[in-house]
């Protein structure tokens, strides 16, 4: 038995790499990014034109309560537009969503019905061509806004014209798996909101994702050949030299699928890997503080897991070889997955990992609708 092979030093190394350049990161936003001001020109008083996009596809349970959460915002009513794009729902959304709209004749909602399900791109590249409003809100319907003022509050930041796109931060609205979603969410948020304030953030949320109309006019749309419609347009706003931002107050709660979590968190992560491949590629031109941001994201979600992954395949070929250090660090590695961060941690890098190899084979544009339960 030896205590130590050179196995483990080169497994320790790229430990070392895996765990320190996203925490050197996470500490340079907190420390650097997130106590900048904004500055930004806002205005509380702003009130564009909006129109909020609700797309559906089978979402009978839950598209009244979105509804009425959308009905509740503080906005006047003759600058506000919905349109409900559904799908070929089969679950009878589209008969809900019409007597819901009966019910509240005071509110401009329009219900326009695809008669194929070609995925949520498709359908909102459909219901684009109906929107009247100067800015798009798109939200999924099973997340709601926090706040009565969450589309002012949108608005408010949308007031300054080198903004081009707000996004909101997360909450779960059940604490996931082994509280996994919650921890997840609050070290993410924090990246989110310090990219914001440094200059523009590459990772955008559906539940809450807002866009100037003349820039989605100048992109042709959102993408339908990549699964992140969010954060790709976001992006590309960005990258022809608007921010797109995440600002501090502007929260949204969304469902947490329990049964099949494990398949949502993949399908996410393949959105956001088709993303970050799309976008790279592209060779950004354009302002220093993104770029930089656009590649450590890239870096963390497209590289980084990988890393770990072959630290760890070293240490079993590293104990064959009789390595009693090889031994401890798997060991030691496994038994602190009992401490939340790190295996929130731990779990997010299977996912990226099971997400490229998923890629492989389907893309997941058009996906299946998982129970909220
Ligand atoms: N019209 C239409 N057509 N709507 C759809 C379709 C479709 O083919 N597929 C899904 N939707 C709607 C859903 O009804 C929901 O309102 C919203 O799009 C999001 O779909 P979910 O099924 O809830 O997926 P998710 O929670 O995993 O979606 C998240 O990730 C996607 C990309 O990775 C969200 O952040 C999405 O906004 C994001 O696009
Ligand atoms: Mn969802």
Not at 217 to 233: E, Q, R, W
Request: hydrophobic share 45%; aromatic share 10%; net charge positive.
């Amino acid at each position: 038995m030896k205590l130590i092979t050179t196995l483990d030093i080169v497994a320790l190394a790229l430990a070392a790499i895996h765990f320190g350049v996203p925490l050197t990161y996470y500490y340079w936003c907190k420390k650097k990014w997130l106590p900048r001001p904004w500055n930004l020109k806002t205005d509380p008083n702003y009130r564009p034109r909006v129109t909020i996009i609700v797309p559906t596809y089978n979402e009978a349970k839950l598209i009244e309560k979105k509804l009425d959460n959308i009905y509740e915002q503080e906005y006047p009513r003759d600058k506000l537009e919905v349109i409900v794009i559904d799908s070929a729902s089969t679950d009878g959304t589209p008969e809900k969503v019409k007597q819901w709209a009966s019910r509240h004749p005071d509110l401009n909602l329009k219900l326009i019905q695809e008669p194929e399900r070609r995925g949520k791109a498709h359908a909102l590249n459909t219901a684009l061509k109906h929107v009247t409003g100067d800015i798009v809100i798109i939200t999924d319907v099973d997340a709601w806004w926090s706040s009565k003022n969450t589309l002012a509050e949108t608005a408010k930041w949308l007031a300054d014209p080198s903004v081009g796109a707000v996004s909101c931060l997360k909450k779960p609205a059940t604490p996931g798996l082994a509280g996994i979603e919650e921890g997840y969410r609050q070290y993410y948020n924090t990246l989110r909101l310090a990219e914001s304030k440094a200059w523009t953030t590459p990772i955008f949320h559906g539940e809450l994702a807002a866009f100037k109309k003349n820039l989605l006019n100048k992109l042709g749309g959102f993408p339908t050949h990549i699964g992140a419609d969010d954060s790709h347009t976001a992006t590309r706003i960005a990258l022809i030299g608007y921010r797109a931002i995440i600002p501090e107050n502007i929260l949204c709660i969304e469902i947490v699928p329990q049964k099949s979590y494990h398949t949502w968190r993949i399908r996410r992560a393949q959105h956001l890997i088709q993303h970050f491949i799309k976008t790279v590629t592209i060779k950004p031109k354009t302002l220093k503080p993104f770029k930089s941001i656009l590649y450590m994201e890239a870096l963390l979600h497209l590289i980084n897991p990988w890393i770990l992954l072959a630290a760890i395949l070293l240490l079993p070929i590293s104990i064959v070889m009789g390595s009693l250090l090889a031994v401890i660090i798997l060991m030691l590695g496994t038994a602190l997955l009992i401490y939340g961060p790190y295996r929130t941690w731990a779990t997010a890098q299977l996912y990226l990992i099971a997400a490229v190899v998923r890629n492989l084979y389907t893309k997941e544009l058009v996906w299946e609708k998982l129970s909220s339960t």
